[in-house]
């Protein structure tokens, strides 16, 4: 429990500033009895005398009042700081679900969570890895934020910023006639067996990329992951196709391959930042939004 009101506090600080109890009570706006006997409840209080006070001369703090002065003062400013209306409006707290879409979760999810945490640090920031569609359903239903992921899949329910234009990866065994080409059209790959990924709007994609030249590969594996991909590719199983591209040659099981991009312009894609436009958390995604435009040169 308080036993000094913030008020006794003002009247303390009031009488050490003007140096007599008129002048105090007249800007406190208070008699002069009254602010003495809030002056002695306070000292009595404390068990000290704060104020020198005689009649005929100035009132003056004694030793222990300036020490207990500057504290006073201190926690007044403190007080009237917390009455500002804009105190609030550079802080922003509560709990951002950020999703991922699974291939660019190694890449970047531990740069954008130092990020926002530095940037944010009264905000929880979960995260959600997946893929394309259960990114989508979670922003609908509130249950994630905003995601980092590609344009497919995302309608006009959703509001979306490219951060930066990826281009396709080939993966070819390391003794493939290809591998050591510095560019592949995908022409070039009409007639190979492809390792595409399981999800339907990717495979969907990358084989409407290939209608786009007039080919009609053909799709011997569908996996769930990319190592996955790298594996079977390294195993001479088919070439893989994929917009992230590890930073090394050797897959899980010591074979190595290599990676060659893709020349055709038109299948560049742009990772995008996306949020549902009816977001009940517009403050923090629109803030969040920054943070990651920032790390992903958005």
């Not at 050490?16 to 109890?21: F, I």
């Not at 409840?41 to 005929?56: A, D, H, I, P, Y």
């Not at 329910?157 to 493939?176: A, G, H, N, Q, T």
């Amino acid at each position: 429990m308080l036993y000094i009101t913030l008020r006794q506090f003002e009247y303390i600080s009031a009488v050490a500033r003007y140096g007599s109890l008129s002048a105090a009570s007249a800007q406190l706006s208070i008699s002069q009895p009254s602010l003495s006997v809030a002056l002695t409840q306070v000292e009595e209080r404390l068990g000290q005398k704060l104020f020198v006070r005689r009649k005929g001369t100035p009132i003056s703090l004694t030793r222990a009042g300036e020490a207990y002065i500057k504290e006073v003062d201190d926690l007044l400013a403190a007080a009237r700081r917390l009455e500002e209306p804009d105190l609030l409006k550079g802080s922003i707290s509560g709990v951002l679900t950020l999703g991922i879409f699974d291939d660019l979760a190694p890449f970047y999810l531990v740069p954008l969570l130092k990020a926002l945490s530095r940037a944010l640090p009264d905000v929880e920031v979960r995260y959600r890895i997946a893929d394309f569609e259960t990114l989508a359903r979670g922003m609908l239903e509130e249950q994630v934020d905003l995601s980092v992921t590609y344009n497919l899949g995302l309608d006009g329910s959703f509001s979306k910023k490219d951060l930066m234009l990826m281009k396709p990866w080939v993966f070819v065994e390391e003794r493939d006639v290809l591998a050591n080409q510095k560019w592949i059209a995908l022409e070039d790959l009409a007639q190979r067996s492809l390792v595409l990924f399981k999800e339907g709007l990717s495979i969907r994609h990358f084989l409407g990329l290939f209608r786009q030249v007039g080919a009609r590969p053909i799709v011997r594996h569908r996996v769930r992951s990319l190592e996955v991909m790298r594996s079977l590719v390294g195993g001479g199983e088919g070439v893989g196709l994929s917009y992230s591209k590890p930073p090394y040659d050797r897959v899980c099981d010591g074979n190595s391959i290599r990676a060659i991009p893709i020349s055709n312009t038109f299948a560049q894609e742009p990772v995008v930042l996306a949020y549902n436009v009816f977001s009940i958390q517009k403050e923090l995604v629109k803030k969040s939004g920054e943070v990651i435009s920032s790390v992903m040169g958005g």
